[in-house]
């Protein structure tokens, strides 16, 4: 049973702080990740990728990957109250032929 | 592209009735994808479709759901009859390279079941 975890959270940071949002996932073998933003009431969009070891940078946002402890964070610089949202990890298999498994998400709220 | 398009978008019927869903995914998409998501249990495969084909309904909870795909454009999700457990969002995700890769979501239908 794969499994993805993240913290329930809410996570709360103040206006323009650096937001740290962490998962951990069983299959050791998963070459793709993702990270997706859910406002309530609205579906999850797709705001990074990342498919290598290390940091992968999109504007505010940072995806890092770190296979060998089998986790994926993604960091949010200069947090706004709009980025206030429940951020999912998504992971897929091993062999890349099985659907991704998300994780439970994580709430983020930037206090202005 | 329009994305891809669920109705309806949301639902209120009562236990016992047969609630269908709808979905349209993204021209050209190969792999379609139902889920359900509640607060408890999070974002929860149902079923996927490869070519409007299934291929894995492991995640269909019991005999009351079920899923067509006719054609590549058009998807439904049924259940007959509903239970007020039943109620969640339902979302349907569509993507073109993979069943391991980006997939996009739809608004989701939001099933209350009275």
């Known amino acids: 049973q794969k499994e993805v975890e993240q913290n329930s959270g809410p996570l709360s940071v103040p206006e323009g702080a650096i937001a740290s949002l962490n998962c951990t996932y069983s299959d050791r073998g998963s070459q793709s990740f993702f990270w997706y933003r859910q406002y309530s009431g609205k579906s999850p969009e797709l705001i990074m990728s990342?498919?290598?070891?290390g940091d992968k940078e999109d504007g505010r946002f940072t995806a890092q990957l770190n296979n060998a402890s089998q986790y994926v964070s993604l960091l949010i610089r200069d947090s706004q109250p709009s980025d206030s949202a429940t951020y999912l990890c998504?992971?897929?298999?091993?062999?890349?032929?099985?659907?991704?498994?998300f994780g439970k998400g994580t709430r983020l709220s930037v206090i202005a | 592209d329009a994305g891809v398009i669920q109705s309806p978008r949301h639902e209120v019927t009562e236990m016992g009735q047969e609630v269908t869903l709808r979905c349209k995914p993204i021209s050209g998409h190969d792999y379609l994808f139902w889920y359900r998501q509640t607060m408890m249990r999070g974002l929860e495969l149902l079923i996927y479709?490869?070519?409007?084909?299934?291929?894995?309904d492991s995640g269909m909870p019991e005999d009351r759901f079920s899923a067509k795909m006719p054609n590549a454009s058009f998807s439904t999700l049924k259940i007959q009859p509903s239970e007020p457990r039943d109620s969640a969002v339902y979302f349907c995700?569509?993507?073109?390279?993979?069943?391991?890769?980006?997939?996009?979501f739809g608004p989701g239908t939001r099933l209350t079941v009275l």
């Open positions: 995700a569509s993507n073109l390279s993979g069943v391991g890769d980006t997939q996009y």
């Open positions: 990342i498919y290598s070891n």
């Open positions: 479709f490869n070519n409007n084909v299934p291929i894995d």
């Open positions: 998504a992971v897929n298999g091993a062999s890349g032929n099985t659907p991704l498994v």
